[in-house]
Nanobody, 115 residues
């Protein structure tokens, strides 16, 4: 079973940037759309960004123009470039397939935006 490992999170000031990575322990099938989710304390897990097998991207309204999702199938990795970060972006970020999570969930990576 493919497992996912998210990394790249940390503490950043408002307006700062981070680049998250989601590495798979095995081959990510290129047929799956991949997504980044986030979950803030006490809230449900929300979809943040999606990239299809063909490279089409979609974003939640709250991150449009600030976040960019990409994938490198050769490296079995999905990325999330986050710019102009806001305190409301604070959450644990996870990746998986879409629309259903096919792979084992990783531990996520904590992103904290605070001055």
């Amino acid at each position: 079973q493919v497992q996912l490992v998210e990394s790249g999170g940390g503490l950043v000031q408002p307006g700062g940037s981070l680049r998250l990575s989601c590495a798979a322990s095995g081959s990510i099938s290129s047929i799956y759309a991949m997504v980044w989710y986030r979950q803030a304390p006490g809230k449900q897990r929300d979809l943040v960004a999606r990239v299809t097998s063909g490279g089409t991207t979609n974003y939640a309204d709250s991150v449009k123009g600030r976040f960019t999702i990409s994938r490198d199938n050769a490296k079995n990795t999905v990325y999330l470039q986050m710019n102009s970060l806001k305190p409301e972006d604070t959450a644990v970020y996870y990746c998986n397939t879409y629309p259903l999570p096919v792979y084992t969930w990783g531990q996520g990576t904590q992103v904290t935006v605070s001055s």
